[in-house]
Structures are given as C-alpha cells and as structure tokens.
C-alpha cells in the first residue's frame, strides 16, 4: 500500500494501480472517456487530467493525464486543482464541438457516460460556431446501430472489439478530425460480442438496435437482476421491462462471472419473452372450448390427479424450483429427466466428478486468470460465448505477464503493454472436432473425432505421472500431448475445460484425469464442464433416473398421466421415441411458455413464465445456483412460475385448502430435504423478506416517469402497486435509495452516474469485485488433500467406416439454442442447414461445396447442401444442431450419406 | 571552412556511387570501427562529440544510445531506424543530403547500429522523396554487394539487415513513436513515453531512430575525432548544421555551416542574398513551421540550439521560413494550422479537435468575419494545446507560431477584426 495526497488529504492506496483507478476508488469523481476498467489506459482523450506537485513545497505542479500515472508512495496531487479543471472542461468543450447534441432523440439519453461526463465537469456553454463535420452512418447487422455523427473518438469500440474480443471487421479509419469507427463496408458485425459495444461506447454512436424497436429510456424501465438463460454459463444480466413488455437485457457486472461482457445471444435472445407464440392461457384439450380459468383447469386436474399415476419429466431450462415442486407432486421415484440418455448419462458423470470434490471447479475468473488452458472436445465458442471470450483474456493476460516480468512498467498500459506482447500468447490448447475462432490464439490446434480427442486427453494424462496407462496415438497427436502435458505442467494456474456437447463420455472422464493428476500443492488446477442449458446441472444434480425409463413406464403401465415441465421433447429425443412416449401416456399435461412440438401433444396445457415474468433459480455449469428475479407482473394473471403451478397442484392433489405461500426459498428449502446434495442452496440469495431500514428495493429508479399516467386508460385513481411476496423487490421506485447488496441489484445508477459506467460506484476496486460480492451458492465443495481415483477405461481409436459416417453436433452461438432463436436478430444469424465433411471425404463421395447429400436419420431422410471443412476429420460429418424445424439427430452415431445426383 | 556533410555534393552532379564513395575516403569509417574499436568505444566517442540531433528537439545522441540495453541479456534483434521522414514545412535538408550522398547516410547508419549493436536498419522515407528512394535502393544495393551489409560484415562478425520504407505521406510519422507504429503497419498514431523507443521500440524491442542529417555527422566524428568536431561548432553545439532559408529571399538554400557561426542576418542577407526587391523581413520561423516566430529585433540572434531558445523559439530543423511584409501573418498561420490540423492523428482531443477550431477562427479572420471573442479562444488555444496537455508534440509545435504571431502581429489580427476583411488583400 502507499500513502498519496489528494488535495492535501491523506490517503492510502494500492500499489500498481495509476492515479485515475485510485481516485475513482476512493469515490473522487474524475471524468474519463478512454480508459475502461477492463481494457486499460491508453492517455488518448485527456479527459482525466489532474496536477502533480513534485512535492509537497511546490505549488505550481504540472498536468498529467491521471490514467497515465502511475502511484508513488508520498505523491502530490490536486484534482479539485483550477488549473486541471479549466483543463477537463476544455476538454469536453472540445469533444463537443462536433457533437450533435441530440440528447432528446438520441438512445443514449439517459445512460449516456459522454453527459454524465459533461455535467461533471461544468461545462456548459458553447462557443464554437462553425459548422460540425458529419458522417455517414452503416448497417452493422440486426443487433447493433450506427450513428457515427456522435463520436467523441475515445477509441473504445475498437480497442474492445479488436484487442479484448479479437473481432477482425470493425476498425479505425481516416485520420485527425474525420476519424471513423466502423466496417471497411456496410455489413453485420462478425464478432458474437458485438453487443457489449452498445456498453463500451460512452455516448450513442453504438447501440442496441432491438431496443430501439420498443425505446425506453434507461429511467423508465422497470428492472431487476437477472440470469441469462440462453447457455450454461450463467452470466449475469439486468432485464428491463415496460409495458408488459421485455425491453433489452445490459450486462450486471460480476467479477466472477461474467465481469463486464456478454455475449450476443445473451444480450439479444430476450425477445422470445414478447413472442406472439406465447401461451397465454390454460387449455383442456378435450373440451369443446379449450381455453379454460384457474377454476376448471383446478377441478380438471384433481380428477385426472387421482385417478393416474403421475410421473414428472423435469426440465434442463427450468428453474431448479420449479424442477423440485414437480418433483415434490410426482414423488421422486416418480421423477425423470427430460433429455436423451446419452446426455443424460454424460452429464451424470460430470455431477459425478465435480462431486467428488477432487479438484476445483474453475469460474470465468479463474479462466481469465490461467496461465495454461487444454479445452478438451468442447466448441465452447459456439456453446458458451463468454467463457471463450474469458478463454481469450486469459491467453492474453499471460502474455502480458510474461514480458512485464522484471520490468517497471504497469500492467494498466495497454498499449505499451500490447507493444512488448507483439504475437504472444498464453498456453491455449484448443482440442476440438473442428475449427473454432478460438484456434488463432491457440499454441495447439488438435482437431480429431471425440474418441480420439479422449485419446488425447488420457495420453496427457499417463504424461503427468498418473496410473493412466499409456495410450497408442499418430505420431503427430503424441507429439502435441506432450507438449499440451509439458506447457500444464509449467503452469501454475492451469484451468481444463470439457463438457457434453461432443456426445462422448470419455471426454470427461479424460479432463478430470488430467486435472486431478496437475493437481498438486504448487498448482491451482481448475476444472469446467460446460453443460447444454441454463440449467443442465441443476437438473443433472437432482440425479433422476433417464427419459427412457418414463417411455417404459409409459409403454407398461396404462394409467400414466406425465407432467411435462417446460420442455420441448422433441428436441432431446428421436422424434419416433417422444411420439411412443406421448401416445402411451393417458394423458399429459404440459407446462410451458412457448407452442412447441410437445404443447401440442398436451392434453393440458398451462403457461409459464419466463426468467422476466417470475422467480427462480438456475444452477450454472460450475455449480453456481444464482438466483433471478421477477421483473414484471404480467397483465396475464395465468402466466405464472411453473413451481408455483406446480404447487398448486399439489395443493389440489393433497385436498390441503390452507392456501399456504410458499416463497422460492421455501421450495429450495424443499429442495435440500428432498436432495441433500443441494445443501445450501436456500441461501444462494438473499431472503424474501430482507429488507434495509425496513425498505424493500425498488425496480424502478426515483426518477421513474407516467407511474400515475400509464394506466389512466383503465382506472383513473392510481391502482395499488404489485407487490412482491416473493423477493425483497418493489414493483415501484419506492423503497431504498442507497446502493443494494450484490445479488440484488436491480440497476446501476450514482448520483451524477447515469450510465452503465455507473457500476465503479458498486465496486470495491474499480474494475475488481462488487462491494460484499455474493455471487450466488457453490453446490461444489473443493475436498484439498482427497486422493483422486482415476479413470483407466481408455476409448478405442475413432476408425474411419466404408460408407459411413459418424454423425456429430456443430453447435452455432445463433440458432443452436431454443428460446433465442425466437429473437428476430438471432434467427436472422442462424444458419440454413447443412452438412460438414472434410475435403477428402467430399471427394470420396464426388460432391463439392453446395452439392446437396441425403441423408436418413430416424427414418426421416434430409436433403442438405454440403460444406467441406479442411479440419474436419475424415469419417465425421457435422450438421447444425438445434435449428428451428429440425427435429433431434442422432449424435454420435454411424449414418449412411448419399449423394443426390442432379 | 570545413563542409564534412555536404563536402562532395554538387547540386546538378549526380551522387557518388559505391565506388566514388569509397575513393573519396568512404566507408573508411566503417573499416576503423570495424576492426579496431569496440561498440562501447563508438558510444562513448559520439557522446564526447556532443552531437545533438539534427530532426529539431536537439537532444544528444549520444545520450540517447546510452538507453539502450546492451550486453548478452540484451533482447534482440534491436533495431536502427533512419528518420527521413522529412515533411516539416520549409524543411529540405534531409533532402539534399540523400540525394546528394546516400552512402553517407548509409555508412552513418551502419555505425550507429554497431554502437547499438542492432541486428535490422530501416529507413523510413518520405513518399514524395521519389529520386532519394531510388538512389538509396541502389545504394543499399551496392553495399549489400561490397558486403557492408548483411551477414558478418567484412568478416568482423557484426551483422546489419538494411531496408528502405517509403511512407505514405503523414506529416505524423516524422514523430519517433508514430513512425515505429506505421513501420509495423499500424496507425500513425504516436505511443506514450515511457516506455522509450529504446527500451521498447519496434516490435517491443530496442529502437533508436536518428534523425538523417545526425547519422550522416557519424562518420566524419569517427574519422576524425571528437575534439575535431567539437572544434567546428562555435559555443556550445559540436559540428557543423545544415541551415536552410525559403521565402521572399534571393537566394532560397541549403548551407553547412559551422553550428552557431551564423546569425540570422547573416543567413538572410549573406547566404540568401537578403529579400527580394519590395519586400522587407517581417518574421522568421527558424527551424521550421512549428517554431515560434522571431522578429526584425532578433536578427543578430546566433543559429544555435540555446541562442535561439534564449530568443524565444527553437533553433528546430535550423531551416528557416522568411515572412515577408507583404504576406498577411494571419494567412501565414491559417496556412500553417491547416497543415497541422489536417495532419493530426486524430488519437487525442486536444489536437483532434482543437487545430481545426483554430484553422476555422484563423479562416473567419481571413475573411473579415472573425471577432474579438476569436482572438480570445485563440490565445486559449495557445495555452491548452501546450506541451504534456496533448499526446505527443504536434499540437504544441502547431501552437508556437500561432502564439508567437499573437504577440508580435497582433495588430494585424486586430485590423482583421475592425475592417471585416484583409488588409492584406
């Protein structure tokens, strides 16, 4: 620590740290436009001056751009200084000069950095008068919108597009006044973080395209902390809400998750909360009328509850309560999961290992803090975005401390620092079916069919001193297990990633090999398995028995009724099984918020909600269990939490009329006794009833607008506001005014710190954790000093069939997963379907790019245009996974693949 | 008087080749420091010189090697770059001398790589410099052939890569740092110091830029000795300078002359053959556009480093421009800020957005539209856009004549204002 001076007052600071990050830490507000927490000071804008005394006799000082200093022990400095404030406010004036001042009409009004900038530096009167340059604007794609003529040239957009997150198509061009920020040509955006430019741009050039499709200004959403449902990763969002409608997801920083990025899928795949393919309404199928109250729909149900059997299908994207309350309902032996076995088998391996507790599950924290990185099968891509944009920080981040090593110079200078990292990298092996993005920073590239990958996997792991016997590998292959296995183990936080999405078993059981074997008193090894869905693991730790099982019971016992929660069958087993399955059934009765393929097997149907219409908790693929939180009440009192349904059902079946209310950690407390195993999950959050000074937290900001107005059209006395049993939220801006705790916060906003920019204030550190962090309960416990039982069983070598193909997943970032495929963006980015072989297999079959190959799975033959890949390996082919319209494939299973002939 | 860099330049006689290099006494230099000096001792024979660098800041260079590290720990390659990126305005020294006698620079470059021990040479030249760039791809060639460069040359062991860069024509990359981003093929945009080029240059690697008229002084200090050189110059610069004159004069050129043996009379009345018939002096700008304007009163004002700082400006490039009374200084510095506003990088926002103000206030005087609160922003230009305020030193270089020329015509900004017109028009 060292003591500076701050306008002659004492204080104590971190070392390393320059002077701009000290005082914004200390709650000193300093304008800054180009440097940001997480990509560093560059002294470009110079809007962050401040003056340095040489010591404390010297009054004249001289100015310095503090993002550029770095702090010495006993420094001088003056930020209330006339000087450097006359300075700053020059500073904005200049910025101004070419600013459009259309703050009224502009996205950005309201949450704008640039304004909040402005107003703390004073300046306030304009006199410059000639005329301000202007630009043309571009189509960047569905997501993000262009309106350069508001640049204030902080540089920002390309040094997080470019340097943080790799994107190669947007770009710095021209020179001195005329500088533009955007694409050689109008285009969409390549990168799949293209929506955190919306975030990093500090006024209104970059923003989200899909929210100003229903504007709301920032001040007049109703917002509450939220967790993304679109993959595994769990990344922490705010949702916002107005008139019953979602209006767009920002990012909720979190220094163990996510930090300050999302990924595109995560930002923009909101929109299947607004869907016109909701359900709305509950319906009997049977009846003349469908549509059916609470009332009926109750009275129906206690008969057809009484006179089945009812076995529950839990669901891999419901929350972890609704998965219990169905559990609670159907009994656990009663209880299956709703995906395919093959899945369901990997993934009880997974929970199985991490269980064990013999090595640490490893947080996009700890990824972007590894010194080595092996990704063992997993395209984590395309199957959780963010954590190979935390893969990415974690390459570069090791580079940057290898060349400071033994030198003076601050890891807060990005562009000295890129200078001497020149091509760099940190150890990444990147060991997938195919290419991926992430191969241009990798130090190994292996792409091999999963058994061989396996393979791979269990070599390095007989490399590192293990029982693993030794395994028979091509030549080259043996060569890069060596030196993955050497880069490992010169490391000392090395981090393993692995997960589901190839299909194979021995893939899992191969990383955790290798990362018990790293894991030894000198090295912190961690461990990942991304999982397909938000809530993967919650279900897989619930440890119910397989989908095939419920098909059996269904096929034997003739008085079946299954509850489907929010599910689409269709998409996790072979069409023909799902379809036994509901044909077996005497009825079904199906819970979901969207018409699928399994809606419209239901018998009953009853609307959920989504993630912005209710409570819940989801576990992510570390084990994570983090709550999100209701953001509106929806005008359609059906649309209710499936777990509240559910226990109401229960209710109803149980004849109990005491209309008890449960909260969400009344049933996560239900949870834990009906599965120990998720001991501690009731208190992954805060409870309903805490409260501050007796103040619940208000979704709503003080200076929400038309509380009284909106709803004139129906009433013209104010209604009484929502209330919430459920979370220690208020519908409304009242309640408490100060900062919430970290779990609970609905939206970051200072005084003076309208913008996003405004999340310094929540912060310990800048750029470090959020002050009193709680980032949601560890269902893992790390077990130190447990000896590891290694996995021997070694998969044989992947040999090429005549005539056949083994048949793999290609998981896409849009269009892989279902709910966001809904979002019109998102479905615009998906791709048509096809088929991917290598080269040499292409020629095999006589077929070139585009020719179209038929190919018969579960009976349903599919005519696609081919795609040849060089890093394919001979003997797969890949096909799109999840697609809209396209029915579950058989993964990883031989096919036949014939050429259509024109 | 002696002449060592300009010595065998005749203008109108082609450049020596290789041969008539070397039978001149050429690359004899590089054969005494080859076979009889160490790097340690070339280092320390430049520094005894006090060879200051000829590109305007002045700054020793032999100070300026010492940064280097050296030594076995030392990261290589290292790099040697020849700054002859010459687009100061009314600047044309660098000029004469790769187009009079590129081995020169050459041989002066091999030597301040081996007093570097850099591993790769570059020479960063000016776009429109079209015949020097010819030239110096011959010459380069020649001494790859005759083995001056390349591998172990003339069998010392020491090794130089030598390439020829031309630019693409940004004023920015006369600067040291910008010039290293626009050699790696990034934006001309300069980097924050430190880290120094010599600790981290090119590539993230050790760097020392020399200006080309300060390396073409090399051999000529090794042959002869630091004392000789020290003799040369009169007070306290070593050597001799290449001082330049342009404008309404007689006689516009190029001379070597000892450092600070002239005053800028004596380059005006004497060497340029005094002004042009009708038109009296008004202000100089010594060392180029972006030093600050001296007057009539300072014409006895000796061409040194310190002289010209005492009087107020810079001694610069040491190429003067000449104002005369016929031309509107407020034209003079719109002319000036139009260059500079339209070569700013665009990274920082005080010469991003503050020059083209200027230009733009500079342009409403011109044209009879400017006012009183103009002259008021002007001088708060001057002030905001000085040195540390910006990013590099374009802006404040920018800002020297125009601060000057406010406070010696600022009665011609005034009537300006008063006739809504030029009086100069």
């Known amino acids: 620590m060292s003591t500076i001076f701050i306008d002659n007052k004492q204080y104590t600071v971190k070392e390393g740290k320059n002077l701009l990050e000290a005082c914004l830490t200390l709650g000193i507000d300093l304008p800054y436009f180009c440097w940001h927490p997480a990509l560093g000071s560059v002294g470009a804008c110079r809007q962050c001056a401040v003056k340095v005394f040489k010591d404390e006799n010297d009054t004249r000082g001289r100015l310095v751009m503090s993002c550029m200093e770095n702090i010495r022990d006993g420094l001088h400095l003056s930020v209330a200084d006339k000087t450097a404030k006359a300075f700053r406010s020059q500073v904005i004036e200049w910025l101004m000069t070419n600013h459009p001042h259309d703050c009224p009409v502009c996205d950005e009004g309201g949450s704008c950095h640039l304004q909040d900038m402005t107003v703390m530096t004073g300046h306030d009167y304009r006199r410059y008068h000639f005329k301000k340059r202007t630009y043309k604007n571009q189509y960047?794609?569905?997501?993000?919108?262009?309106?350069?003529?508001?640049?204030?040239?902080?540089?920002?957009?390309?040094?997080?597009?470019?340097?943080?997150?790799?994107?190669?198509?947007?770009?710095?061009?021209?020179?001195?006044?005329?500088?533009?920020f955007g694409r050689e040509k109008d285009g969409i955006l390549e990168s799949p973080f293209s929506g955190?430019?919306?975030?990093?741009?500090?006024?209104?050039?970059?923003?989200?395209?899909?929210?100003?499709?229903?504007?709301?200004?920032?001040?007049?959403?109703?917002?509450?902390?939220?967790?993304?449902?679109?993959?595994?990763?769990?990344?922490?969002?705010?949702?916002?809400?107005?008139?019953?409608?979602?209006?767009?997801?920002?990012?909720?920083?979190?220094?163990?998750?996510?930090?300050?990025?999302?990924?595109?899928?995560?930002?923009?795949?909101?929109?299947?909360?607004?869907?016109?393919?909701?359900?709305?309404?509950?319906?009997?199928?049977?009846?003349?009328?469908?549509?059916?109250?609470?009332?009926?729909?109750?009275?129906?149900?206690?008969?057809?509850?009484?006179?089945?059997?009812?076995?529950?299908?839990?669901?891999?994207?419901?929350?972890?309560?609704?998965?219990?309350?169905?559990?609670?309902?159907?009994?656990?032996?009663?209880?299956?999961?709703?995906?395919?076995?093959?899945?369901?088998?990997?993934?009880?391996?997974?929970?199985?290992?991490?269980?064990?507790?013999?090595?640490?599950?490893?947080?996009?924290?700890?990824?972007?803090?590894?010194?080595?990185?092996?990704?063992?099968?997993?395209?984590?891509?395309?199957?959780?975005?963010?954590?190979?944009?935390?893969?990415?920080?974690?390459?570069?981040?090791?580079a940057a401390q290898h060349v400071l090593e033994n030198r003076a110079l601050p890891s807060w200078h990005d562009a000295a620092v890129r200078e001497l990292v020149q091509q760099e990298k940190g150890f990444l092996a990147n060991c997938t079916i195919s290419s991926s993005p992430l191969d241009e920073i990798s130090t190994c590239s292996v792409h091999l069919a999963p058994d061989n990958l396996a393979r791979l996997g269990f070599a390095i792991a007989n490399r590192l001193n293990t029982p693993v016997p030794a395994v028979l590998l091509d030549r080259d292959v043996q060569d890069q297990a060596a030196?993955?296995?050497?880069?490992?183990?010169?490391?000392?936080?090395?981090?393993?990633?692995?997960?589901?999405?190839?299909?194979?078993?021995?893939?899992?059981?191969?990383?955790?090999?290798?990362?018990?074997?790293?894991?030894?008193?000198?090295?912190?090894?961690?461990?990942?398995?991304?999982?397909?869905?938000?809530?993967?693991?919650?279900?897989?730790?619930?440890?119910?028995?397989?989908?095939?099982?419920?098909?059996?019971?269904?096929?034997?016992?003739?008085?079946?009724?299954?509850?489907?929660?929010?599910?689409?069958?269709?998409?996790?087993?072979?069409?023909?099984?799902?379809?036994?399955?509901?044909?077996?059934?005497?009825?079904?009765?199906?819970?979901?918020?969207?018409?699928?393929?399994?809606?419209?097997?239901?018998?009953?149907?009853?609307?959920?909600?989504?993630?912005?219409?209710?409570?819940?908790?989801?576990?992510?693929?570390e084990g994570r269990a983090q709550r999100f939180y209701q953001v509106y009440v929806p005008a359609n009192k059906y649309i209710q939490e499936s777990w509240k349904w559910l226990l109401k059902l229960q209710a109803v079946k149980t004849g109990n009329t005491n209309e008890q209310v449960y909260h969400p950690e009344d049933v996560l407390t239900m949870c834990q006794q009906l599965m120990p195993q998720f001991a501690g999950i009731a208190a992954s959050a805060p409870h309903h009833d805490f409260r501050i000074n007796g103040q619940s937290m208000p979704r709503e900001p003080h200076r929400y607008s038309g509380r009284t107005a909106m709803l004139a059209n129906l009433a013209v006395s104010e209604p009484k506001p929502k209330q919430d049993g459920d979370s220690p939220f208020s519908f409304t801006m009242e309640g408490y005014t100060g900062k919430p705790p970290s779990p609970l916060i609905p939206f970051f906003?200072?005084?003076?710190?309208?913008?996003?920019?405004?999340?310094?204030?929540?912060?310990?550190?800048?750029?470090?954790?959020?002050?009193?962090?709680?980032?949601?309960?560890?269902?893992?416990?790390?077990?130190?000093?447990?000896?590891?039982?290694?996995?021997?069983?070694?998969?044989?070598?992947?040999?090429?069939?005549?005539?056949?193909?083994?048949?793999?997943?290609?998981?896409?970032?849009?269009?892989?997963?279902?709910?966001?495929?809904?979002?019109?963006?998102?479905?615009?980015?998906?791709?048509?379907?096809?088929?991917?072989?290598?080269?040499?297999?292409?020629?095999?079959?006589g077929v070139v790019d585009g020719s179209l190959l038929s190919i018969k799975v579960f009976e349903q033959t599919y005519e696609l245009p081919v795609k040849t890949n060089g890093t394919i390996p001979n003997g797969v082919v890949l096909m799109p996974a999840g697609l809209t319209g396209m029915p579950v494939m058989n993964w990883n299973s031989w096919i036949q693949v014939v050429s259509i002939k024109l | 008087m002696e002449h060592p860099l300009t010595q065998y330049i005749h203008p109108g006689c082609p450049a020596f080749d290789l041969h008539e290099y070397e039978m001149t006494g050429g690359y004899s230099a590089l054969q005494k420091v080859l076979t009889s000096m160490s790097y340690q001792e070339v280092q320390k024979l430049v520094q005894d010189s006090g060879l200051k660098g000829r590109g305007g800041a002045g700054f020793n260079t032999g100070m300026k090697w010492s940064f280097v590290p050296m030594g076995n720990d030392a990261p290589h390659p290292k790099y040697l770059i020849a700054n002859a990126d010459e687009m100061e305005p009314g600047t044309f020294k660098d000029r004469m001398l790769l187009e009079g006698n590129p081995h020169q620079l050459i041989e002066g470059m091999i030597l301040a790589a081996y007093a570097i021990q850099a591993d790769i040479s570059y020479i960063f030249l000016r776009w429109a410099y079209k015949k020097a760039a010819q030239l110096l791809r011959k010459s380069i060639h020649e001494a790859y052939a005759a083995g001056y460069l390349g591998k172990n040359i003339r069998g010392s062991g020491f090794s130089l890569e030598m390439h020829l860069h031309t630019g693409v024509g940004r004023y920015m990359c006369g600067e040291e740092t910008a010039l290293l981003n626009a050699l790696e093929g990034k934006r001309a945009t300069p980097r924050s110091k430190p880290p120094f080029p010599q600790i981290s240059g090119l590539y993230g690697k050790p760097t020392i830029v020399n200006n080309v008229e300060t390396l073409c002084n090399l051999p000529h200090i090794v042959n002869n000795g630091a004392e000789w050189f020290r003799g040369l110059g009169s007070g306290d610069d070593g050597g001799t300078k290449l001082y330049g004159v342009s404008g309404k004069v007689n006689n516009p050129g190029c001379w070597e002359l000892p450092i600070g043996s002239v005053t800028v009379r004596e380059l005006v009345e004497e060497y340029a053959g005094g002004m042009k018939n009708g038109y009296q002096l008004k202000g100089i700008l010594p060392g180029g556009a972006s030093t600050d304007f001296l007057t009539t009163e300072h014409l006895d004002v000796k061409m040194d480093f310190a002289s010209v700082q005492a009087a107020g400006s810079r001694l610069g490039t040491g190429t003067m421009v000449v104002m005369d009374d016929a031309t509107c200084p407020v034209g003079f510095v719109h002319n000036l800020q139009h260059f500079f506003a339209q070569e700013?990088?665009?990274?920082?926002?005080?010469?991003?957005?503050?020059?083209?103000?200027?230009?733009?206030?500079?342009?409403?005087?011109?044209?009879?539209?400017?006012?009183?609160?103009?002259?008021?922003?002007?001088?708060?230009?001057?002030?905001?856009?000085?040195?540390?305020?910006?990013?590099?030193?374009?802006?404040?270089?920018?800002?020297?004549?125009?601060?000057?020329?406010?406070?010696?015509?600022?009665?011609?900004?005034?009537?300006?204002?008063?006739?809504?017109?030029?009086?100069?028009?």
């Not at chain 1, 990093?200 to 899909?210: A, I, S």
């Open chain 1, 140 to 180: 960047l794609g569905p997501f993000i919108h262009h309106e350069m003529n508001r640049c204030i040239q902080c540089y920002r957009c390309v040094r997080y597009y470019h340097d943080y997150a790799g994107g190669k198509d947007l770009n710095v061009f021209a020179a001195h006044n005329h500088v533009y």
């Open chain 2, 344 to 425: 700013s990088c665009g990274w920082c926002t005080p010469c991003r957005e503050g020059l083209p103000w200027v230009e733009k206030m500079l342009l409403s005087l011109e044209h009879g539209t400017g006012t009183n609160e103009d002259m008021e922003l002007l001088q708060m230009h001057t002030q905001w856009l000085g040195p540390g305020n910006t990013f590099c030193a374009l802006a404040p270089g920018a800002m020297e004549p125009l601060q000057s020329a406010l406070k010696y015509f600022r009665e011609d900004f005034e009537r300006h204002i008063t006739m809504h017109k030029c009086p100069y028009d």
């Open chain 1, 196 to 398: 955190n430019l919306a975030e990093v741009c500090p006024t209104g050039v970059f923003t989200d395209k899909t929210l100003r499709e229903h504007y709301t200004r920032k001040w007049d959403l109703t917002t509450a902390p939220s967790v993304c449902t679109h993959c595994s990763v769990g990344c922490n969002t705010i949702a916002g809400e107005r008139y019953g409608q979602l209006r767009c997801i920002t990012n909720r920083y979190n220094s163990q998750v996510n930090g300050y990025f999302l990924c595109d899928r995560g930002r923009f795949g909101y929109e299947f909360v607004n869907s016109a393919n909701r359900i709305t309404q509950p319906l009997i199928r049977s009846r003349s009328i469908e549509a059916v109250d609470e009332a009926v729909l109750m009275d129906h149900l206690r008969i057809l509850m009484s006179t089945h059997t009812l076995i529950g299908i839990g669901s891999p994207r419901a929350s972890v309560e609704s998965n219990t309350a169905l559990m609670q309902l159907v009994g656990k032996e009663n209880f299956y999961q709703g995906i395919n076995d093959t899945l369901g088998f990997i993934e009880k391996r997974i929970v199985e290992v991490m269980r064990s507790g013999a090595v640490q599950t490893a947080s996009l924290q700890d990824v972007q803090q590894a010194d080595a990185i092996l990704v063992l099968g997993e395209d984590i891509w395309n199957t959780a975005p963010v954590m190979a944009l935390a893969v990415r920080q974690g390459v570069m981040k090791t």
């Open chain 1, 483 to 621: 030196v993955i296995a050497a880069a490992l183990q010169q490391a000392k936080r090395p981090v393993i990633i692995s997960g589901a999405g190839c299909y194979n078993e021995a893939l899992i059981r191969a990383a955790f090999d290798i990362a018990a074997a790293l894991n030894t008193h000198e090295r912190e090894v961690k461990l990942a398995y991304v999982m397909p869905e938000s809530n993967s693991m919650g279900l897989a730790i619930m440890n119910a028995a397989g989908f095939e099982n419920a098909v059996l019971r269904a096929t034997r016992e003739n008085n079946i009724a299954a509850i489907v929660l929010e599910n689409d069958l269709y998409r996790h087993v072979p069409a023909p099984i799902a379809d036994v399955f509901f044909n077996s059934c005497q009825h079904c009765i199906v819970f979901d918020t969207l018409n699928n393929a399994t809606t419209q097997k239901a018998d009953v149907l009853i609307p959920a909600a989504t993630f912005a219409e209710g409570d819940g908790t989801l576990v992510n693929y």
């Open chain 1, 749 to 845: 906003w200072s005084p003076g710190w309208n913008s996003i920019q405004s999340v310094n204030k929540y912060q310990q550190e800048v750029g470090g954790a959020l002050r009193n962090e709680n980032a949601g309960a560890a269902l893992f416990a790390y077990k130190r000093n447990g000896a590891p039982v290694y996995f021997k069983d070694i998969p044989e070598p992947f040999i090429v069939r005549n005539e056949k193909w083994l048949l793999l997943p290609q998981w896409h970032v849009f269009g892989s997963e279902e709910l966001s495929a809904y979002a019109k963006g998102v479905s615009e980015l998906s791709p048509q379907p096809y088929i991917a072989m290598s080269a040499s297999d292409a020629d095999q079959l």
